[in-house]
C-alpha cells in the first residue's frame, strides 16, 4: 500500500481525538513529503533510524545553537533550554511511531523502528504526576506484557524497568539500583533496596511483586555484560547505567503503541507510573 493511502486508512479508522488525528496527519505527510524531496529518495518503509533523525532536525535548527544533531546528549540540551520545542518534537516522534505501528499491522514493514533515542525524555507536564486511572493502568499491563523482541533489542530490561517504576520507584532510584542488593526471598521474589545518591547506601526496602519478580528473572540471564567496577541492575550501552533521562523516554515509547496512553493529557511519564503504583490500596479493611 503507498505510505500516504496507508496514512489515510489509518487515520481513519483508528481511535483517536480529532486534535491527534490532525496532528499525526500533518507530521506524518511533513515526513513523507521529505522522504519524496531528497536525493536520491527515502523510501519511508525502508528508512533508517538516522534518516528520521535527519528530517527531525530541519524543525531545531535554532534550538540546537550551534550544536550538531548526533543523539540524546543533543536533545538534552534542547529540552534544558528550549522546552517547547523539545515538547513538540516529542509529539512528532509520538506521530511516528503510532504510524509504523499501523504500517507494522498493516503487513506493509516487518518491524516498526525504534525510536527511543529520538525523544528528549522531558517530562512534558510541568505539574505534579497525575496518577494513571485504573483502565489507563490496565492498558499499561498489557502494553508492558506486549513489548518484546519486535519492539526492541532489549525488551526485557525495558519491561523491567516499567515494571520497577509500578513498584513505587522514582526514575532515578531506578537507574541506581544495585545488583548487589538484589535478595531473593523463599517465595521466589526478590526485596531490593532503593539506592540513595551514593549509590553504596541502601534506602527504603521494597519486596517486589510477582510481576515484577518474574520479569527480573527473565532479564537476569539476558542483561548486558557490566563495564568493570558498574553493579548497576539496568545497564546501557557498552555496560555501564542508562541515564536518568532514559526511563521516561522508554515510558513514553512502550505509552506510544496504545492510543489511551499516547493520546492522554497530561501524557504519561515515569514519574506518573511510579506515583500510580500497582494497585489500588483498599479502603475500610476490605
Known amino acids: 500500500m503507498d505510505p500516504l493511502t496507508l496514512l489515510d486508512d489509518w487515520l481513519d479508522?483508528?481511535?483517536?481525538?480529532?486534535?491527534?488525528?490532525?496532528?499525526?496527519q500533518r507530521e506524518v505527510t511533513r515526513w513523507l513529503t521529505w522522504c519524496t524531496a531528497?536525493?536520491?529518495p527515502v523510501d519511508p518503509y525502508r528508512c533508517g533510524i538516522e534518516d528520521i533523525a535527519?528530517?527531525?532536525?530541519?524543525?531545531?535548527?535554532?534550538?540546537?545553537?550551534?550544536?550538531?544533531?548526533?543523539g540524546p546528549d543533543a536533545l538534552a540540551h534542547v529540552a534544558e533550554h528550549h522546552r517547547a520545542a523539545a515538547l513538540s518534537h516529542d509529539r512528532r516522534i509520538t506521530a511516528l511511531t503510532q504510524y509504523?505501528?499501523?504500517?507494522?499491522?498493516?503487513?506493509?514493514?516487518?518491524?516498526?523502528?525504534?525510536?527511543?533515542?529520538?525523544?528528549?525524555?522531558?517530562?512534558?507536564?510541568?505539574?505534579?504526576?497525575?496518577?494513571?486511572?485504573?483502565?489507563?493502568?490496565?492498558?499499561?499491563?498489557?502494553?508492558i506484557g506486549t513489548w518484546g523482541p519486535d519492539?526492541?533489542?532489549?525488551?526485557?530490561?525495558?519491561?523491567?524497568?516499567?515494571?520497577?517504576?509500578?513498584?513505587?520507584?522514582?526514575?532515578?532510584?531506578?537507574?541506581?539500583v544495585d545488583f548487589r542488593h538484589l535478595y531473593e526471598l523463599p517465595d521466589m521474589t526478590y526485596e531490593v533496596r532503593a539506592p540513595d545518591y551514593e549509590y553504596e547506601a541502601v534506602?527504603?526496602?521494597?519486596?517486589?511483586?510477582?510481576?515484577?519478580?518474574?520479569?527480573?528473572?527473565?532479564?537476569?540471564?539476558?542483561?548486558?555484560?557490566?563495564?568493570?567496577?558498574?553493579?548497576?541492575?539496568?545497564?546501557?550501552q557498552g555496560g555501564k547505567p542508562i541515564t536518568?533521562?532514559?526511563?521516561?523516554?522508554?515510558?513514553?515509547?512502550?505509552?506510544s503503541?496504545?492510543?489511551?496512553?499516547?493520546?492522554?493529557?497530561?501524557?504519561?511519564?515515569?514519574?506518573?507510573i511510579a506515583h500510580t503504583g500497582f494497585w489500588d490500596t483498599p479502603t475500610g479493611g476490605n
Open 13 to 24: 479508522s483508528a481511535l483517536l481525538r480529532s486534535s491527534s488525528r490532525i496532528e499525526y
Open 38 to 40: 531528497q536525493h536520491p
Open 54 to 70: 535527519a528530517w527531525s532536525s530541519t524543525f531545531l535548527t535554532a534550538q540546537l545553537d550551534g550544536r550538531i544533531f548526533d
Open 100 to 143: 509504523y505501528q499501523a504500517c507494522q499491522t498493516r503487513g506493509a514493514i516487518r518491524l516498526a523502528p525504534d525510536l527511543t533515542m529520538l525523544r528528549s525524555g522531558l517530562d512534558r507536564d510541568a505539574t505534579p504526576p497525575k496518577r494513571l486511572t485504573p483502565a489507563e493502568r490496565s492498558v499499561l499491563f498489557y502494553c
Open 151 to 176: 519492539n526492541a533489542r532489549h525488551y526485557t530490561r525495558d519491561r523491567l524497568v516499567a515494571f520497577l517504576l509500578l513498584e513505587g520507584l522514582r526514575p532515578a532510584e531506578v537507574t541506581r
Open 203 to 236: 534506602g527504603q526496602k521494597h519486596v517486589l511483586q510477582p510481576l515484577t519478580a518474574a520479569a527480573l528473572r527473565e532479564h537476569l540471564p539476558l542483561r548486558i555484560p557490566p563495564a568493570d567496577g558498574v553493579h548497576a541492575l539496568i545497564l546501557g
Open 244 to 255: 536518568t533521562a532514559y526511563p521516561n523516554m522508554l515510558v513514553q515509547q512502550i505509552c
Open 257 to 272: 503503541t496504545h492510543p489511551l496512553l499516547a493520546n492522554r493529557t497530561p501524557p504519561v511519564t515515569a514519574d506518573a
